[in-house]
């Protein structure tokens, strides 16, 4: 059976040619509105979708300090591709609060399942029937959808006196696909809407939301499993993110020595120098907090405070990226803003993430601000 720490490796050592092919299928990614098939199979081939997957059924069980820099990897080649690579490996980290039967059942043939996750609960009422759920109704915003084998989608039944979130867990056979994703960044996540139509779930593929929010309070269980998720996701949903900014201010800094102006060297310019050091500060400042998040998930359990500086510190990094590439994209000028330019496709890409409710700094300034002064206890 494949190690934690082998399996680790070799998803670095794998990421380097996704990248590569990522790269090289960016552009249709972001005029079709979906990854290149090609792409979401390097990811799934690289490891992506098994890193959580419980060592039982031959997955990684990894890490987030590994899943993070390869993101970062494939974010500088695609930040899109980066998006699906995190989606798949995180889904699959939440299928596994799944009851045995239901784990067996997704992951009996192969770790390498790409799954989709709807975090927000969405669809109608689920109905109780024998042994099970019918699901109706449609999730928003379901990115890597188009090749996903599964969908954990999150509801809320009306059990008396509780209005409780559960996680679904329905396989594509069951759902269809709504072309809705139409935006300015973030094109090729394909992050499109699902669709239910009287579907029956059963018990052995369902979990409260609960369970997933503090973690799996056992011993015996994988350390991925016993980290609170917003302990263990914003850190890694900030990383394509740094990726795609890497790759927008490297692109400038080449495009910027070779500029001339009027006055001469564009490199010369006293504005070039300062938007040079402040942007590529900024990444680095970002990449250390992601580094330091990742390593605390990676340490054991986390307290309150600890889940809080987690969330703090992705959403902090993710103000650091944006600042980067808003700087280049601004000292760019118009040779910046070229219709295929990797300059723009960063900025339009970057914006784009980090306006997920993951990475809002104001709400994590609330969840810090509790844990440091303790109100409410």
């Known amino acids: 059976m494949t190690t934690n720490t082998s399996a680790g490796a070799r998803l670095l050592a794998e990421v380097g040619s996704t990248a590569e ?15 290149h098939p090609d792409v979401a199979q390097a990811l799934v081939g690289a490891g992506f979708a098994r890193h959580f997957v419980p060592t039982e059924y031959c997955g990684t069980a990894g890490t987030f300090t590994v899943l993070a820099r390869a993101l970062i990897e494939v974010g500088t080649a695609c930040a899109s591709a980066a998006w699906c690579g995190m989606i798949f490996a995180t889904s ?25 996750a709807a975090l927000v609960p969405n669809g109608s009422v689920p109905v109780r029937g024998h042994g099970g759920w019918r699901l109706s109704g449609q999730w928003r915003y ?15 039944p009306d059990f008396p006196g509780d209005r409780e979130n559960w996680f679904f867990a329905v396989p594509s056979d069951d759902f269809s696909i709504q072309d809705t994703w139409h935006t300015v960044g973030m094109r090729g996540t394909g992050s499109n809407t699902l669709l239910l139509d009287d579907v029956f779930v059963p018990d052995h593929r369902c979990f409260p939301q609960r369970t997933l929010l503090r973690g799996v ?31 927008g ?14 006055a001469g060297p564009a490199a010369t310019r ?12 900024d990444l680095d400042a970002a990449q250390l907090l992601l580094e330091r998040a990742t390593a605390t998930a990676d340490s054991g359990a986390l307290d309150d405070l600890l889940v809080a500086r987690n969330v703090r510190d992705a959403t902090a990094a993710a103000e650091h990226v944006v600042a980067a590439v808003e700087r280049v994209f601004r000292s760019g000028g ?33 969840l810090f601000a509790r844990s440091v002064w303790r109100w409410g206890d």
Do not use: K, N
């Open 217 to 247: 309070d056992d011993a015996v269980a994988a350390p991925c499993y016993r980290i609170p998720l917003l302990g263990a996701h914003p850190p890694l949903f900030a990383a394509p993110t740094l990726g795609a900014a890497r790759m």
């Open 21 to 35: 092919i990522a790269a090289r299928y960016a552009g249709d990614a972001d005029r079709d509105r979906v990854l």
């Open 142 to 156: 379901l990115s890597g959808v188009d090749f996903a084998h599964w969908a954990l989608l999150c509801a809320t």
């Open 249 to 262: 201010v490297a692109a400038w800094t080449e495009m910027t020595g070779r500029a001339r102006t009027s």
């Open 270 to 281: 006293t504005s070039s120098q300062l938007a040079l050091t402040r942007s590529t500060s």
């Open 92 to 116: 699959s980290r939440m299928a596994g609060f799944l009851p045995a039967e239901g784990r067996h059942e997704i992951w009996a043939d192969s770790p390498d399942v790409p799954i989709a």
């Open 334 to 366: 118009m040779r910046a803003q070229t219709e295929q330019g990797p300059v723009q496709r960063a900025w339009r890409d970057v914006h784009t993430a980090t306006s997920h409710a993951v990475l809002d700094i104001e709400c994590s300034s609330q």
